[in-house]
């Protein structure tokens, strides 16, 4: 009889894992003169299933259709990766825990908190996870008076007043607006349509702005409007053409034109031209002819911008029609004199002769308004004279004058 030691070979029949138990296999063999002998009666053991591990789990947040929140923790098993998911509800409570909320509702002005804290039940231990959730402000609910109808708060207002300034070149802002209750961060909006859809900044030419202001907490001012007007022409000269009145102005900038009007009283005044030119200074009053009568004129400044704006009115301007006159007849008289005929304007206050020989300098010589004829003496013998007359009007120590007549020529022989 004689004891070999066996070599015993461990072998894994079946893997232990999370679940199911494991199997081992033990074979005994050994050598005995050159020969191999193994066993045939095996030893198996069983080996237990080790269980899951699980660590923290990880949670994830959602609401039901009713706005309860619900929080699923997902469990993860570290070795076989089996995955346990336990949800929690908000108003339900279960075997697999719950959702204690704590809510702070919003306000009118202040936002809301809702804390969520989530007991999670599994396998024995309890595991914790909070959520907080921010609830936005309500904002006022103002009913038709302008009051909240939830906290009782009086709505802010916001009044501009539409404002009429003349172009100065240079970019024109709207007043600030009048405002009631308590507002803050005012934003002024310049439009150039009544819908307010074509934003721009602050306008300069002529035309009409529509302008409103908002403020925080939704409060939004009426629109008011902001007109440039062009600037006021002065008109220079109203004065008597051969056959008509003209009138003539200082042009402004930024003007496409000008209205003229004209009066026979110095009160009621009629628009009876529009000059289309920038660039205009003077109208001819082809109506104005009678004889005598008092013409007033008053020129407005229009401007085509976003829509057509017009200045104020002008100063008027006076002027008095005078005819012209004709010398009917210019003789040489002896003594060096010459002698002027004409026909009397019954309208006038006197007249004017004018003379001028060679490049001499002219002058001038008056006559009453009843008078038909002068003598002018004292010219020189050879000399050729050209001589021309007008009549004037002097109202309220200012003198009207017609148009010079045609000048005539009387050469001086004696
Ligand atoms: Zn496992
Ligand atoms: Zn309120």
Redo the contacts with the bound molecule.
Sequence with gaps: MEDVDCTITPETTKAVTCEEDGEIVYTASCEFEGKTYTNSDTYKEAVKATGHKYGKPSYSWSKDDKGNMICAATFTCEKCKKVEIVPVKENATTDNGTIIAEKVEP???EDGTYTYKAVVKFQGESYTETKVETVKK?????DNNGI??????KRPTITLTSKKEVYTGKSISIDAPKVVGDVKDLKYSYYSDNACKNEISEPTDPGVYYVKVTADAGVTSNIATLTIVPQTAKITTVANATSYMTVSWNKVNKASGYYVYRSTNGKKFTKIATVKSANAAKYSDKKATKNGQKYVYKVVTYYNGNQTVSSAYSAAKTGYRLSTMKVSSLTNKKGKKAYIKWKKNSKSTGYQIKYVTGKSKAKTVKASSKAKTKTISKLKKGKTYKVRIRSYKKVSNVTYYSAWSKQKSVKIKK
Excluded: R
Aim: some cysteine; hydrophobic content about 5%; proline content about 0%.
């Design positions: 306000t009118c002005t309500t904002g006022h609910k103002y909240c109808t939830v906290c009782g708060h």
